[in-house]
């Protein structure tokens, strides 16, 4: 069976699944409609500073007077944005050097996992904070830069996962009937590391999104639209934490925190489903 | 003497049920080498685990008894069952490859049991581990090292040194040879028979190679789908076998001597989900008949003890 | 000696490693727009005396190769100019900043991995009952939590509650009380940013024990230990535990990177005078010397970590020490 077809068919059984299924859903239309549901413009300004959540602003308000229950839905776009995107290039970027690297071994896979080993010890999120400080960190900066340095988890495990499949008898098979390389890489071998790769893919999303806010939070990043990491800036570089102004950070984090643990939970469900050996929660 | 009784054990997965073994009544005398053979899946590695409490969490003993010189086990206390196993009931697992612990040296291993039972001290259980090394044909040399360093017929060694340190009456040897070459098998299947004179320790060797079993067992008892088929003398079961299953695991025996095709079981195992009511081996066996259907697992006794769980042996014989 | 192999492997791949930072740090620090004279033209702290000055040492007029060569000698000993902000050497800034920084990640890390040893263990050992869920609940929320996010948080909690220290290392004034004085204060400073970076390592730790004992728990062993008799607590900790370190002990040097990550965020939230702290200034001074020396030290103790990791896992792994 296709594994995505057998994924859908197993998910309703997983709780887990459902759960982080749920929760990236609910961001999702939360960003979607952020404009019907925000009951204020996000970037307006007004007399109102620093007031206490009430009805008339659930989240209160920052320094600008700004809603922060608006500034908080309209934040929900950019770390999705960024994270799908950062973890797309990252997975794709791994996926392939995993595949090269596993299927054609040899000097190729020793160079390559030479660069590999090396990004995996160089800690990842200060080069991205050196980079980002230094070439300046706007959206598709910051979505490559994150993206380009985030694949060497991806690419270790493809690999080491295509050279057990490589092993697998039916490959052999293609091998002897003349297919290509190329060919039995991606018709033969591609499909049986998905489900690894999507397992991945979502972990890949939560670093993502927690990376962008982390950026945006130290002011690397892209500090103009709005994002829960650019919320999390201003009320830290305006002193409002240590001044004692409890509600202006919470939601923010609450919200990166839910989301990164839907993505892990998502990529839970893919393992678990996919290898029942894993099946751990 | 042990003595099993309607004994079920079920195990629970996202499936559904298992049952594993299904209303097995055995009895096992003392001092004897006693054969387990069945296919994989025959319930046979379940019941030797049932008899020392150690099954997986997902298994549970749902009902029957198991008499252990006429102390049923299946009523102990757990912390009595624990002073139990490795003292008057000890274990040496398929593949020995993995049941040793990688990163303790073989002496701590092999004497581990004495500081367990005995609250033996370091030193002096070290010894014994020493002295009971050499009875099982391994030298000093040996001691301090690490499992990854030694081969495997020396692996299973140190199991089964460690399995008889505290001179158990019984010891049950799950595939003990499996996954050995040959002259090694042999050599282990030796040290069984030297251990059950030397020590008149009761062997309950489990496998599924009828051959390598009928070497040295006294009895052998073959098990299918949880259930038993046939019980009796090693040598008159591998002979005159009765049950139509014994017969074809006898036929399916290669013969080096002989270039004929071997004629294997037809067939799938039995799944152990849904079994069928009846003979368990109905849906293979050659010489089913509609009755196969309601067989009530009530065996004929023949001469020397010969059991056959066959609805159809009577007729046969006939 | 027989492991001379696997510690001259592990020897050959640090020296590597090290050589190809140096070089990932001349590239990066020359993806500036600009050429590193106009670059130093624009601090406003530097006279043209300076300038002239550091021009030569560091060879910028030259060739890029010579450039590198110079660079690279100074890397190894080093040599990272003068801080345009502070108007001194980079190792003057960097070096107390380390210090400073491993007195908090030391403790904060050790605290994390022996706490998530012993619940990750407990959990795996308890797998599907409350416990586990209680303690996989906690550390998978710590894992999901920003650093920043969870010293702000505290930070709110302590206002709240008052008296506690929410800044920096020592209160103002506090270097001229006599040392009893001085280090009660300077150890409630610590509480909030030794908190903070420990629970948010403490998450990862658990999960990764736990995974980690729930594999070996399925091994032969733990039932050929089960079958000796051994008791519960025996079997966990004797035979369960340590098996279940070692992946811990890799995960720990891997997630050096991870623990730099959280300490930089904990210091620029508390602001402990850290090397994160001195890296989070730097970028806004756009003080570009002290960012390369930064960069430079924080990556080398992340490799240097990992060499000594791949030695304790030698010692801890039988198997590992003979290959």
Redesign the interface.
Known sequence: MNPLTSYLSQLRRSTIGMVGWGIIASFVVIALIAPIISPYNPYATSNAYLQHPSLLHLFGTNQEGQDLFSQNMYGTRIPLLVGSTAALVAVLMGLIIGLFSGYFGGILDEILMRVTDFFLVVPAIVLMIVISALIGGTLTNVILIIGGLSWPMTARVVRSMVLSIKEWPFVEVAKSSNGGSIYIMFKHILPNVMPVVFANAALSVANAIFTQSALVFIGVGDVTDLSWGNIMHFAYINGTITAGIWWYMIPPGIFIVLLTVGFIFLSTSFESIFNPRTRRV | MIEIKELVVKYKSSKGEVYAVDGLNLEIDSGLIFGLVGESGSGKTTLGLSLLRILPPTAIIESGNVLISGTDVTKLKESEMRKWRGKKISMVFQGAMNSLNPLMTVEEQVAEPLIIHENMDKDQALLRAKENLENVGLGENILKRYPHELSGGMKQRVVIAMAIIEHPSLLIADEPTTALDVVTQHRIMKLFRRLKDEFGVTIILISHDLPIVAEVADKVAIMYGGKMSEVGDAKEVVTQSKHPYTQGLIRSIPDPRSTKVIRGISGEPVSLMNPPKGCRFYDRCSQRRDLCKTYDYKPAILENRHLVYCNLFEERMA | MSNVPYILRRTV?AI??IF??II?NFI??R??PGNPITLLYRSPALTSRQIALLTSEFGLNQPLWIQFVIFFKNSLVGNFGISFFYKEPVTTVIIPAIKNSLILLIPANLLAILLGMFTGAVSAWR?GKKVDGTI?GVS??L????????G??L??MA??VGGIP??GMYSIGALSQNFLARFLDFLSHLALPLITLTLVLYGEFTIVM??SL?DVLS???I?????????DS?ILWK?AF??GLLPLVSLIA?S???V??GV??TE??FSWPGIGFV??TA??MRDYPV?QGA?FL??IT??LA?YFADFVYGY????IR?Q
């Open positions: 791949s590597l490693t190809a930072i990932l990066l620090f993806l500036l797998r996989l998978l929320a894992y999901a939590m920003p650093t920043f996010w969870l702000s948080m930070i709110v206002l709240y929410v800044e736990r995974n729930l091994e032969d062993y039932v050929t230990a089960k079958a000796k008799g051994a008791s025996r035979h340590p098996n891997i050096f990177g991870l730099i990550g930089m965020f620029i939230v890296t989070y970028i806004f960012l960069f924080i990556t992340v490799v990992n801890i792994d039988p198997r003979y």
